[in-house]
């Protein structure tokens, strides 16, 4: 397809267990973002690549979260020991270049819930 | 100081009805804005882009004041499909830019 691909679209883990999260940006897309949405709440920043550069993860709230970005298309999120407040729907969009300038585009997200 | 701050509603109106609302930033030096659209359990999509002064789009408009920093969206003649989330987003400058997407207003649009 042409549009951001996510996996999977939904995810039920126990605690404690870890999880990843597959993001597949649209081809050519240099600039790659992952957000976090709970229930009524706005997007929380988690991570973002650039081309080559090193990554902003300035957004991930504990050292159980990290991501990769293999030669500049393919995310995985990964999540360890996961905690009940990880629930959520986690959100990838990628942009032709970076977001200051251009229109993100979004998958459908893959909902977490953590039991 | 939130980057951008809108009132989250719901704003609850009528099919046809003319519904207005505000986003105000507070990074002077975003030079434009997009709105993006949230509908309920879906992810956020764009709905128009601001360059300048303002753009429309058929029933959408969107107009910016520098002056005050706020940026506004009007919607003519509601439609039920309006009924979604409306989310501000400012652009930045350089590579480094983070897009800071809020809870956004939320529109519905009853019969």
């Known amino acids: 397809g042409a549009g951001v691909s996510q996996s999977p679209s939904n995810k039920v883990t126990e605690k404690g267990k870890d999880v990843e999260l597959r993001c597949d940006p649209i081809s050519g897309h240099t600039a790659l973002y992952w957000y976090r949405q709970s229930l009524g709440q706005g997007l929380e920043f988690l991570i973002y690549?650039?081309?080559?550069?090193?990554?902003?993860k300035s957004g991930l709230p504990s050292d159980r979260f990290s991501a990769e970005r293999t030669g500049g298309s393919v995310s995985t999120l990964t999540i360890q020991r996961t905690q009940q407040e990880d629930s959520a729907v986690y959100l990838c969009a990628s942009s032709l270049t970076s977001g200051s300038t251009g229109e993100l585009f979004f998958g459908e997200g893959s909902r977490l819930t953590v039991l | 100081r939130k980057e951008v701050e809108q009132d989250p509603g719901p704003f609850n109106v009528p099919e046809g009805a003319t519904v207005a609302f505000n986003c105000t930033y507070s990074?002077?030096?975003?030079?434009?804005f997009f709105w993006y659209r949230q509908d309920c359990r879906k992810e956020p999509k764009l709905l128009m882009s601001v360059y300048s002064s303002g753009n429309e789009d058929g029933r959408f408009t969107a107009q910016l004041n520098r002056a005050s920093q706020y940026i506004s969206l009007l919607i003519r003649d509601s439609k039920l499909s309006d009924s979604a989330t409306y989310l501000c987003v400012p652009t930045g400058e350089g590579g480094s830019y983070i897009p800071t997407f809020g809870r956004g207003t939320s529109l519905i649009v009853h019969p």
């Open positions: 690549f650039q081309g080559n550069s090193a990554p902003d």
């Open positions: 990074n002077s030096a975003s030079q434009s």
